[in-house]
């Protein structure tokens, strides 16, 4: 890969998520809209059969992530054919089977069903199998560092269906919003299929297939539970609160989702290429100055992001969504405990490439029982959602923390060297922390537009101010960096 591509890729991905993000924002106000709150409900709950559905590959899809990159940096082409192969053919085999399941179900259960909920369930089952297709070569494309492809489908796909689904939503309610993600799964699945030039063989290996569902298990484990993680605030919130109290923090979240979408397109790049690199060599000193310029140059830009966030978002709030005042104290902690999550992003390529994917599960386990113990703690105590925004952000700062604590340990040899590295890591996201909650203190935003432009300008300038040697180090970095991409 030329060395200047990569800053580009990331800069292209990253936003071709943002518009994913925002065409679905878009959606969640039109759908609930068009359809009604029965057939909304309904809606949100066969989208539960999907979310588990997709995990039937059993690891293998997330060992494939890692095991083709490491292929080709040994030269084995020929091994990158047959995990491919046997990946696909496991993958679509298991997804019919579990759909067939479903749709035997849906057929046995029929007269205790709604007509709208059997009908829709079919055509849920349908877009599964059609989805298996898009999630294969979407992993496909990624372990092949073809990131040009995924941008333009990331950004075909969501247009398209956001077209479709328009039209289809306005013709035929519920059953038209669900061929809308039908015609989506099948236009980027071929349009990743075609551009990419695969080819599926009649490749299958039972061993080979032992052997990716030993690596990836604990991976897909990992995800099913951090997707347990991910929800317990809601959970909590659902069960012990008022529902409009759900409303005011799932804005909070809509901020805190557009935040990660940073690290998630410059990780997301780096992923293959550090798989490849390990590959090649065997060796963590290879990867060493990958990672740590990584995480170094994201802990110098993020807290600018992190700021200007922390800066529009209340005046946004004030003047275009007055209903979710509530929601403002919740948000600012979410931003402020977004940083956190770069030391996720930052050492997890890192953990699944040096065979640590046990360790991932470990925490995850860990911080559940802290999320929840602490969510619980703080609403009985009459905290509210901000409560559970803390023990939420608490919680995946600890993880964070815990996971880069664990990788500088096979990235340093000395501890003095360690923690001073830790402590560069930290230095920016200390400074502004201070800075924002006194300005939040000495300019109050009132929702005038004159007097709060003044007062978002003088914060912005003081923010610029004060990152703007980090940003001439992050400046170096990125010369750096081009060299190692």
Request: aromatic share 16%; with cysteine; proline share 3%.
């Amino acid at each position: 890969m030329p060395k200047r591509r990569f800053l580009r890729d990331a800069a292209l991905y990253s936003s071709s998520l943002f518009l994913t993000r925002l065409l679905l924002s878009v959606r969640g106000i039109l759908i609930p809209k068009f359809l009604g709150p029965a057939q909304y409900g309904l809606y949100n709950s066969l989208l539960l059969i999907p979310e588990y559905i997709l995990h039937v590959h059993f690891g293998t899809l997330d060992a494939l992530k890692r095991e083709i990159p490491f292929c080709y940096g040994r030269k084995d082409l020929e091994r990158v054919r047959l995990i491919r192969n046997t990946a696909f053919f496991q993958y679509l085999l298991t997804t019919s089977f579990s759909v067939l399941i479903i749709v035997t179900v849906a057929f046995l259960f029929r007269d205790r069903l709604l007509p709208s909920a059997f009908s829709a369930m079919l055509l849920i089952c349908l877009w599964i199998f059609f989805l298996s297709f898009e999630t294969f070569f979407d992993q496909v494309v990624r372990t092949d560092n073809r990131f040009d492809i995924l941008t333009r489908s990331e950004i075909y796909s969501s247009l398209t269906g956001f077209i479709f689904m328009v039209f289809l939503i306005l013709t035929w309610g519920l059953y038209g919003l669900i061929c809308s993600l039908i015609l989506a799964s099948i236009l980027k699945a071929s349009y990743i299929y075609r551009g990419g030039q695969y080819r599926i063989e009649g490749q299958f290996d039972f061993q080979e297939l032992k052997r990716l569902i030993t690596i990836g298990f604990p991976m897909v484990l990992g995800v099913i539970l951090f997707t347990v993680f991910n929800s317990i605030d809601r959970f909590i919130i659902i069960t012990f609160l008022e529902s409009k109290e759900l409303g005011y923090y799932a804005l909070a979240l809509t901020v805190l989702s557009f935040l990660l979408i940073i690290g998630k397109g410059a990780y997301g790049v780096l992923e293959p290429k550090i798989y490849r690199l390990y590959g090649e060599k065997g060796d963590i000193q290879a990867i060493r100055t990958l990672i740590l310029e990584a995480l170094s140059g994201m802990t110098l830009f993020f807290p600018l992001i992190l700021g200007l966030t922390y800066i529009f978002i209340p005046m946004l709030v004030l003047l275009f969504l007055p209903k979710y005042l509530p929601s403002l104290t919740c948000i600012r902690i979410m931003i402020l405990g977004s940083f956190f999550f770069v030391f996720h992003g930052g050492t997890y390529n890192f953990l699944i490439a040096i065979n640590r994917q046990t360790l991932i599960v470990r925490v995850v386990l860990v911080c559940i029982v802290v999320s929840f113990l602490a969510s619980y703690l703080f609403v009985k105590q009459g905290w509210g959602i901000e409560g559970v925004a803390l023990s939420t952000m608490g919680s995946n700062a600890l993880a964070g923390i815990i996971y880069l604590f664990f990788s500088l340990s096979f990235l340093f040899e000395q501890s003095r060297p360690k923690m001073f590295y830790f402590g560069r890591l930290l230095f920016p996201f200390l400074l502004v922390v201070p800075l924002l909650i006194w300005m939040d203190q000495f300019w109050i935003i009132r929702g005038e537009w004159r007097g709060d432009l003044v007062k978002i300008i003088l914060k912005g300038g003081c923010l610029l101010l004060l990152m703007s040697p980090f940003l001439w180090q992050l400046k170096k970095k990125a010369k750096i960096f081009r060299e190692l991409a």
